[in-house]
């Protein structure tokens, strides 16, 4: 073995910890980051749900977004935790009603600066990756999002490992030296599957598909509509997406040679995203 490799590996071994040597490092009051949407570090968030320490107590927990149900939204951990969010998703819009989850109300491009100037202070970051790979980057897969900004604001970061995180391209990359502690972890990724699409929406999604050109680029969320538009739009040449998610259903349309990103001016020939979902 190459002194490199061998090197990035005596040091992945010596940054492997178990969960609770990394909830021992952590002090009431911290801010710390969770990594977003299916790329969710369920490991170390389950270990911080069922850990009673006493210094796991007053924290707040950063999240772009929330998907899963990791994260209990409710008044049974008031004094462990508080969550701030800066999406009012379905999945925390009553607990943002209730009282329970603070709404910090930005555009997302704006999100960095926040970071950046200290707005949102963050002390520490967990964050889901890949193993580390011959040079000994990780890669923080399918969640290219603000992670790289809370990362750098971090006191300390923790990298979940997980052998089922995909590596994807762009900004996307994290050394092994810039992480602290690492986690391993057998948890699944999120999947969200997908909705039932009745007759009503399935004719709004052929209205929608009507006035979409060939060539055209498309910004794809979740939800019914977005799930009937596939059928519609596969018969379409040359669409292009620059969008926050990389659903199902825009795989579908890639696979089937309808989305070519040929048109785009921005980025052409790829198809730009900030989360698989």
């Given amino acids: 073995m190459p002194d490199n490799q061998q090197s990035i590996l005596n040091n992945l071994n010596e940054k492997i910890v178990e969960p609770d040597e990394v909830l021992s490092r952590i002090r009431p009051g911290m801010n710390i980051f969770i990594g977003t949407g299916v790329s969710e570090p369920r490991t170390f968030i389950k270990h911080l749900m069922s850990s009673n320490r006493n210094n796991l107590r007053d924290l707040t927990l950063i999240q772009?977004?929330?998907?899963g149900d990791a994260i209990p939204l409710d008044e049974r951990y008031s004094k462990k935790f508080r969550c701030k969010t800066f999406f009012s998703g379905r999945s925390v819009r009553e607990a943002i009603f209730s009282g329970w989850v603070d709404l910090i109300p930005?555009?997302?491009?704006?999100?960095?600066?926040?970071?950046?100037?200290?707005?949102?202070?963050v002390d520490a970051a967990c964050v889901r990756v890949t193993p580390p790979d011959d040079s000994g980057f990780c890669n923080l897969g399918i969640s290219a999002d603000i992670a790289q900004y809370a990362i750098e604001q971090a006191g300390f970061v923790i990298g979940e490992i997980t052998e089922k995180m995909p590596r994807t391209r762009g900004e996307t990359s994290i050394h092994i030296n810039d992480l602290d502690f690492l986690i391993n972890s057998t948890d699944p990724l999120i999947y969200l599957s997908r909705r039932y699409v009745d007759e009503v929406f399935?004719?709004?999604?052929?209205?929608?598909?009507s006035v979409i050109k060939d060539g055209s680029c498309l910004s794809f969320s979740i939800g019914s509509i977005f799930d009937a538009l596939v059928r519609h739009l596969k018969s379409k040449k040359d669409l292009g997406i620059h969008s926050l998610l990389l659903t199902d259903p825009v795989m579908d349309l890639i696979k089937v040679g309808a989305i070519t990103n040929r048109c785009k001016s921005i980025f052409p020939?790829?198809?730009?995203?900030?989360y698989e979902q």
């Fill in 106 to 121: 930005c555009m997302f491009s704006q999100i960095p600066i926040l970071f950046k100037n200290g707005v949102v202070d």
């Fill in 202 to 209: 399935d004719k709004i999604a052929a209205n929608i598909a």
């Fill in 269 to 274: 020939d790829e198809t730009i995203v900030s």
């Fill in 64 to 67: 772009l977004a929330s998907l």
